[in-house]
C-alpha cells in the first residue's frame, strides 16, 4: 500500500514521479514511523514522523513558488542554470528528510538526517535525472536538511533559498500545540505553555515586493511569543530571506489583549 502524501504538483511532472518512489519506499516509511517512537514515545516530545514532514513539504512548497512569483531565483537556478520545477524537487526532499535523524538521537539530529537521506536520494531521483542532474540536487536537498537547525557555528549556515525555505517552513509546523521547540507531555513549562498558545498560523500574499509572505499566527496568550522569538525568529533571520517575510502575532484572549495585542518582526 502505497502511503498517502498529497502535495499540489501543478504539472511539475518531475516531482510528481519523485514523489511515486517516495511513497513506495516501504523502509522510508518505517523510518518516520521510528522517529515518532524515539520523539513522542521515548522522550514524550512533538511530532517529527509522517503528519509533520507532510505539513512541513506543502508549506516549503507553497513559500518557494510564492516568492519565486515575486522574482526570487532558486540557488539551484541561479547556481547550477536549473528549473523551478528542480528547486521545488529539492524543498519538497529537504523537507521529507530533515528530521530523520530522530532515528538515532535529537542531538544534532540534522547530521544523522544527511547521513539517512543518502541512502533514498539516489532512488527517487532515478531515473527521473541523470547522474549529473542527482549529483546536484542530492548536494542541494543535503544543505537543506543538515542547515536547517540553528546554525551551531558561523561556517555552518543557510547559503541556498531553498535551505532558508526548509528551515522557515519546519519552524511553521506549530499551531495547535504541535511545537518545534520539543517539550515534555504533562509538563507545565514556558515551552509546554507556548507551544498551546499557538493556536492558527496562515500564509497570506502581500502586495508589497519588499515583504511578500506575511506569515500571521494567532495565539490565546502572550506566551506563544516564545515559540515565535526563539524559533521562528532565529530561522528567517539567519535564511538570507528575512526582507521578504513580516510575522504579525495577534492574541485572541481578551485579557491577554491588555497585556499584548499584538506582536511583529
Not at 515534555?184 to 498558545?197: C, F
Request: net charge neutral; charged share 25%; hydrophobic share 40%.
Amino acid at each position: 500500500m502505497s502511503f498517502v502524501f498529497n502535495l499540489p504538483y501543478k504539472n511539475n511532472q518531475k516531482l510528481e514521479q519523485v514523489m511515486r518512489k517516495v511513497k513506495q519506499n516501504k523502509k522510508l516509511q518505517t523510518y518516520w514511523r521510528c522517529s515518532n517512537v524515539m520523539a513522542i514515545d521515548r522522550m514524550g516530545y512533538t511530532d517529527h514522523g509522517p503528519t509533520h514532514v507532510k505539513i512541513v513539504a506543502n508549506l516549503a512548497l507553497k513559500l518557494l513558488r510564492t516568492l519565486i512569483e515575486k522574482q526570487v531565483t532558486p540557488s539551484i537556478v541561479k547556481n547550477y542554470a536549473m528549473k523551478n520545477e528542480d528547486a521545488e524537487v529539492v524543498v519538497v526532499l529537504g523537507s521529507i528528510f530533515h528530521d530523520l535523524g530522530m532515528i538515532v538521537i535529537r542531538n544534532r539530529h540534522e547530521m544523522y538526517s544527511g547521513l539517512l537521506a543518502l541512502e533514498f536520494l539516489e532512488d527517487c531521483l532515478n531515473p527521473t535525472y541523470n547522474e549529473e542532474e542527482r549529483a546536484i540536487i542530492t548536494s542541494e536537498v543535503l544543505h537543506a536538511v543538515v542547515s536547517h537547525e540553528r546554525p551551531h557555528s558561523p561556517t555552518n549556515c543557510v547559503l541556498t533559498v531553498e535551505a532558508g525555505i526548509v528551515g522557515i517552513a519546519d519552524a511553521l509546523d506549530m499551531e495547535a500545540g504541535r511545537a518545534r521547540i520539543p517539550f515534555r507531555a504533562g509538563k507545565v513549562d514556558i515551552h509546554s505553555v507556548s507551544a498551546l498558545s499557538i493556536e492558527k498560523v496562515e500564509l497570506l500574499e502581500d502586495n508589497d515586493l519588499k515583504k511578500p509572505i506575511t506569515i500571521k499566527i494567532s495565539m490565546s496568550d502572550s506566551a506563544g511569543v516564545f515559540q515565535i522569538d526563539e524559533l521562528l525568529k532565529p530561522r528567517i533571520q539567519t535564511s538570507g530571506l528575512q526582507q521578504y517575510f513580516h510575522v504579525v502575532a495577534e492574541i485572541t484572549g481578551v485579557k491577554e489583549k491588555s497585556v499584548l495585542e499584538k506582536f511583529e518582526i
